[in-house]
C-alpha cells in the first residue's frame, strides 16, 4: 500500500528555501523550475495513462493530436478522469517532497 503524501506540506511555500537555495539568480530559478515542470507533467501522464481505458487514451490522443482546446481536453478529464487535480497535486507533493529529502541529506 502507499504511503500517503500530506499534499498541504509540501504544495505551499519557497522551494528554494525549502532545498537550502537561496542565491540564484533568476534565470538560475526559471531554468530550474521549468526542468521541474517538465519531470511533474511526465509524472502525471504516465498516472493518467494508468487510469484510462484503451477508449478514453484513444480519444485523448486525438483530442490531444488535433486542434482540441485547451479547455476541451479540461473536459474530457472531468468527464473521465474527475479526480485529476488531485492527482495532479499528488505528483507535485511527492516530487518535491524527493527534491526536498534529496537535498537535505
Known sequence: MAT?????????????????????TPE?????MAKIAEVIQ??????????LTDEQKDELERLSSGEAKGSEIMAFFEQNL??????????????????????SA
Open 28 to 32: 538560475e530559478r526559471a531554468e530550474f
Open 82 to 103: 474527475p479526480s485529476f487535480d488531485t492527482l495532479a497535486q499528488e505528483e507535485v507533493a511527492k516530487y518535491r517532497k524527493e527534491l526536498v529529502e534529496k537535498m
Open 4 to 24: 500517503k503524501i500530506p499534499l498541504g506540506k509540501y504544495l505551499g511555500g519557497d522551494l528554494f528555501a525549502d532545498v537550502g537555495i537561496t542565491h540564484v
Open 42 to 51: 511526465h509524472r502525471i501522464e504516465f498516472r493518467v495513462m494508468d487510469s
